[in-house]
């Protein structure tokens, strides 16, 4: 089965300044997408940034860009510029590529405060 | 364009009642997964329908059910409500693919508290 991990509960940023989430996962399979998940007071979850196993290059989205270590089985979110916008749960997820499946396996999840 | 929507918003049944939570997924979609959530927790996958059929199902006991129905929309049952049913439950949407990745979108959650 496959387990994601994040070891830091908390952290927080200055606004305009940068910070760096982490996550681990294990897993026995080749082909897969690992995600980062915001999810705000409101509760709803926002999908932040995907990454696809196959690809060696690490997705960017504006702000939001991740560094992925296929053979670490590291998958982490760097935020920069950091806005209070911002300040959120955020969840690093996992999904197999195999068979169709649309399952997501979350991690504990991080509290993200921004201060002004 | 709606996005999906979940209902009740809020909850709140004793221990041993029933409870059904309500899905409408997001136009155009026509695959629903619910998560659990749990305080402090990420959330953990139930199960998943696809074409009104429990296509995939997590590690939750019997107790759990769901359905779907025609135009989509599907239904969380929970019967014999225990303490630790509290939580968020999740609704995600997506449109099934025969390939490539396909976004599942997420509802605001359905916040029920057993007493």
């Known amino acids: 089965a496959q387990t994601v991990t994040q070891s830091q509960p908390e952290m927080s940023v200055q606004e305009a300044e940068t910070v760096t989430l982490s996550c681990t996962y294990d897993t026995s399979e080749s082909d897969y997408y690992l995600f980062w998940y915001k999810q705000p007071p409101s509760r709803q979850m926002i999908l932040v940034i995907r990454?696809?196993?196959?690809?060696?290059q690490n997705a960017t989205e504006n702000r939001f860009s991740v560094n992925f270590q296929k053979a670490a089985k590291s998958f982490s979110l760097k935020i920069s510029d950091s806005q209070l916008g911002d300040a959120a749960m955020y969840f690093c997820a996992y999904r197999s590529a195999q068979g169709g499946s649309e399952k997501l396996v979350f991690g504990k999840g991080m509290k993200l405060t921004v201060n002004p | 364009d709606a996005g999906v929507t979940q209902s009740p918003t809020h909850l709140i049944k004793t221990r041993g009642q029933q409870v059904t939570l309500r899905c409408s997924p997001k136009?155009?979609?026509?695959?629903v997964s619910w998560y659990q959530q749990a305080l402090g927790q990420g959330p953990q996958f139930i199960f998943q329908?696809?074409?009104?059929?429990?296509?995939q199902r997590g590690n939750f006991p019997d107790r759990f059910s769901g359905h779907q129905f025609p135009n989509y929309s599907s239904e969380l049952n929970v019967n014999a409500l225990l303490l630790g049913d509290s939580a968020l439950y999740l609704c995600a949407s997506s449109l099934a693919r025969m390939t490539a990745y396909n976004e599942q979108f997420f509802g605001p959650g359905t916040r029920l508290t057993v007493l």
């Open positions: 329908y696809y074409e009104e059929e429990e296509r």
């Open positions: 990454q696809e196993a196959y690809k060696q």
């Open positions: 136009s155009g979609h026509d695959t």
